[in-house]
Antibody, heavy 119, light 111 residues
C-alpha cells in the first residue's frame, strides 16, 4: 500500500526556519516525482514545490528563494527546507506523490503537517 | 501567474448531474494536457479524481468525467450521491514557467 507521511511541522517565529519531511513507502520512491502542496486555514490548495525523479526542482513564486525541496532516495524521504518564514506561510503542508513524471497528477497524499508562523 | 478561476459553490439533488468549470489561460489550461481535478472532504487529504483532462484513476467511479473547451476545463458529476458533497479543486501545469496552478475550489452541496 502506498503511504506518504509528513512530519516536522510546528510553531515558528516570523523569520525562522523549519524543515519538513515526508516518509514514503509502498512504491519505488526514486521512480516518481514528488510535491508539496499547502492549505492555509479555511482556504484552498496552493502548490508549493515539486521535484522530478531525476532531481529537477520547481517552485511557486511565493516561496522561490526561501524554500528548498530535496529528496533522499536511499531513505525514500522528501524534504522541504523553509527559511525566512512569514505569517502567510501558515498552513497545512501536504506531501503528494505524482502519478509518475512531474506534474501528471498527484495520486497519493499524506494527511499533512501544520506549520504556524507567529510571534 | 494567477490562480485558476472556479465558481465558489454549486449544488444539486441526488441523482442529478452537476458540472464545475475551471477557467485558465492559453498558457496553462488551454495549452497543456496536465489538468487534474481533486475532491476534498472536510479535514481530509485531497483525492485525485481526474488527470490529463479526461482520465480517471482506478477506483474513481465513472460518474466523474472531465473535459475541456479552449481555456476552460470542466468536471461533471452525474448521478449525484450524498457522499459527493465536498470541495473540488482543479489544477493545471503552466509549462512556460514550470509551475502548477490550483483553482480556488468549488464547494458542492448535495441537497
Amino acid at each position: 500500500e502506498v503511504q506518504v507521511l509528513e512530519s516536522g511541522g510546528g510553531l515558528v517565529q516570523p523569520g525562522g526556519s523549519l524543515r519538513l519531511s515526508c516518509a514514503a513507502s509502498g512504491f519505488t520512491f526514486d521512480g516518481f516525482a514528488m510535491n508539496w502542496v499547502r492549505q492555509a486555514p479555511g482556504k484552498g490548495l496552493e502548490w508549493v514545490s515539486g521535484i522530478s525523479s531525476g532531481g529537477s526542482t520547481y517552485y511557486a513564486d511565493s516561496v522561490k528563494g526561501r524554500f528548498t525541496i530535496s529528496r533522499d532516495n536511499s531513505k525514500s524521504t522528501l524534504y522541504l527546507q523553509m527559511n525566512s518564514l512569514r505569517a502567510e506561510d501558515t498552513a497545512i503542508y501536504f506531501c503528494a506523490k505524482d502519478l509518475d513524471f512531474f506534474p501528471r497528477g498527484f495520486d497519493h497524499w499524506g494527511q499533512g503537517t501544520l506549520v504556524t508562523v507567529s510571534s | 501567474q494567477s490562480a485558476l478561476t472556479q465558481p465558489p459553490s454549486a449544488s444539486g439533488s441526488p441523482g442529478q448531474s452537476v458540472t464545475f468549470s475551471c477557467t485558465g489561460t492559453s498558457s496553462d489550461v488551454g495549452d497543456y494536457n496536465y489538468v487534474s481535478w481533486y475532491q476534498q472532504h472536510p479535514g481530509k487529504a485531497p483525492k485525485l479524481m481526474i488527470y490529463e483532462v479526461t482520465k480517471r484513476p482506478s477506483g474513481v467511479p465513472d460518474r466523474f468525467s472531465g473535459s475541456r473547451s479552449g481555456n476552460t476545463a470542466s468536471l461533471t458529476v452525474s448521478g449525484l450521491q450524498a457522499e459527493d458533497e465536498a470541495d473540488y479543486y482543479c489544477s493545471s501545469y503552466a509549462g512556460s514557467i514550470k509551475i502548477v496552478l490550483f483553482g480556488g475550489g468549488t464547494k458542492l452541496t448535495v441537497l
